[in-house]
């Protein structure tokens, strides 16, 4: 307070004239609460334009609305998730990992196995081959503990491409659901998007 | 776009996602505006939907141009997806799109629009097929008009190819996409036989076809340029007359096709092509004879529609976007301050828009208000955000007391951008009003559309008019009136939206050319 209005400290440093009203009258009016969610409206809006071109919006932003909602795009809640149709979007423009809510049990004409077909013909030789030996080496040490070998087994497969496990031949996959539980797979981490649909639900969770 | 704030902006867009798509792509849709990239995984746990459901709002949305991904850095296999803004803001202006198409072309090319407006992306074969099925209850029109009414939009660039699969991308988790320059706009030959057979069976999908691998969706920069185009052209015919409109239509063409569509100014185009075009155009013969001076009132308007850029070929004309545009917001904000303050409340506004930095009593003497008006305008377009102060201190002498000038202007980015905000806060209201007034009233507009398309079967049959007249005093009076008085309200809520989406065109350009000339 001492270090302001140098000099003759009377004058304050605005004039009173200047604030735009004189000595007599109300200052301007101090706000007590936040402005009014509607505030009033002065003065009338312009009527709204309606001409042609509006007319034709009218009809065409109804029309539109009515079959946006009744396609298939559109997308509601509470859906019945066994029976649901495909939707018609074009799967091979986008990543892998939307795809997998097909349901890839009932293996429909889906372009998606053709190709993890062919991905798994070219990497099986080799796998083949190693499980082959494998099964050699099992078959001769007969009273080896079967699980373990089973394990080794599953290493194999769990190894593999998270892809072609998932495309592999339907009876693989009911086997090892045959046992009401998806165990066998989720011993070994096989990171958060393998077999999406059951297990997502317990994203965060370790999987046991 | 960095241009948008997004405030009001992205609660405009997760309306439009819910009204169009549902509420699930709502929520989807909502997280990626407000969050940016993001992989699968991180949507289900923010939004509380289940990971098959986000899967599908994820692939709609990317069918629809309103979501692209990239695979992330970290993980090949995994995509990051990003909303693009401007495309699903654009679903507002659907409407406007089938309108100009209908106004330049014709029906045929409005169906094939509007069809490829629904299916998001499509093969060309693909959208001939519907729009074929669309129109054949008029049976009309062949595959082969229609094939060549696709060829036409694609010549004037409204509608573009997606990049294509590029050639590994089979192998990868998420696939590249890539295309060249001179394919963007190529039709391809498209097989008009298994259309037509497909049509006649009344088969209800087209199986697969030779070009099913080429993909298509709406050019939605070529449209905006084509608003921007009609402002203009209203603002020509507007301020001298029809004529000088259709004469600006040409002129907008000419450089249209010789400028780069990036550039914020106009290649100069020559009087004697200006000329040749309109005489080759077919135009009005008014145009034709006073075409001089219909081409000197709009260069030497003060508005810049045109600017005279140099004399050879009898004289350069291009056009400045920048300055046009900042003419057209500052039109808009006049008309915006005249209706809400007043017109004295406007002449302040305008003055000091015009002389940059104003003192208050510069300012009601200029403006010839009484000092008390002043000062209550003054202080409410300053309230409101339409004036800035700036403050100047001259603090000239030890002894005496520090005398600060205040210094009115008006910083025309500022305002436009407060008042781009506002606008979409409008525009959210009326949504979110409308969808209020249909839902809540949803069974009585069900109920009346079933009553009169049920009149109208019985009309048609020929059932005599006294039992029409009972059935429709199945729904007592009062509810007509009230069913009149929804539509009514919702019909203006749809006039108010997109009119305020004019508004809103105008500033958003403005903004736009303003950072490209920096």
Sequence with gaps: ?208 | MSSFTLGHFSQVCSQLLNHYYGEIVGQVGSYLLRRGNRMLNDIPTATGLSIREVKKALAVMIQHNLVKFQASERNNNVAEYTMIHHNVYCLIRYPKYLYMIKRIYGTSEEILLEILLNLGQASASNVIFHSANRLNEANVLSPSALHQSFQRLAQDNFIIRCPKLAENATLLKVPTLEIEEKEKFAVPNVEIEPIARMLKEKATQLGGHCDSEIIWRVNHERFDIELRNVILVNAAARRVDTTAGELYHLILKLWRESSNPDSPVTTPVSYNVIKDAVRKNDSSPILLEHFDHYLRVLYEDSAGLIDRAGDAGGGQFNLDYSKVFENLACASLDSIVLERFGSKALRLFRLTRIQKFMEQDQMQNVAMIPAKEAKMFTYKLLEHNFLQIKELKKGTSNFAPVKSFILYHVELPQVVRTTLEASYKGLFNAMVRQMHDLTENQRLLEKHAMLESMLERLKGDGVPDEEIAELSDTMPPAEKSLVEKIHLMSDNLTLGQTQADETILILESYLKFKSKEL
């Design chain 1, 1 to 208: 307070m001492g270090g302001r209005g140098r000099g003759r400290g009377n004058a304050v440093s605005f004039n009173i004239e200047q604030l735009g009203f004189g000595r007599g009258e109300a200052g301007p009016v101090s706000v007590t609460q936040p402005p009014p969610l509607f505030p009033s409206l002065e003065n009338r809006p312009l009527p709204l334009i309606k001409d042609v071109e509006n007319e034709y919006i009218l009809v065409t932003q109804k029309d539109l609305s009515t079959r946006m909602r009744n396609s298939p795009f559109y997308l509601k809640k509470s859906e019945n998730p066994s029976y649901e149709k495909e939707l018609p979007v074009l799967w091979n423009r986008m990543p892998a990992e939307l795809r997998e809510t097909l349901p890839k049990r009932l293996a429909t004409g889906n372009s998606k196995v053709t190709l993890n077909a062919k991905k798994k013909k070219v990497e099986d030789p080799d796998k083949i081959f190693a499980k082959l030996e494998k099964k050699e080496r099992n078959e001769s040490e007969v009273e080896e503990d079967g699980d373990g070998k089973e394990d080794e087994d599953d290493q194999d497969k769990s190894d593999d491409e998270k892809v072609e496990n998932e495309d592999d031949v339907e009876e693989d996959l009911d086997e090892e659901m045959d046992d009401h539980t998806d165990y066998a797979n989720n011993y070994f981490e096989n990171g958060e998007a393998y077999l999406e649909d059951e297990e997502g639900q317990d994203d965060g969770e370790a999987q046991f």
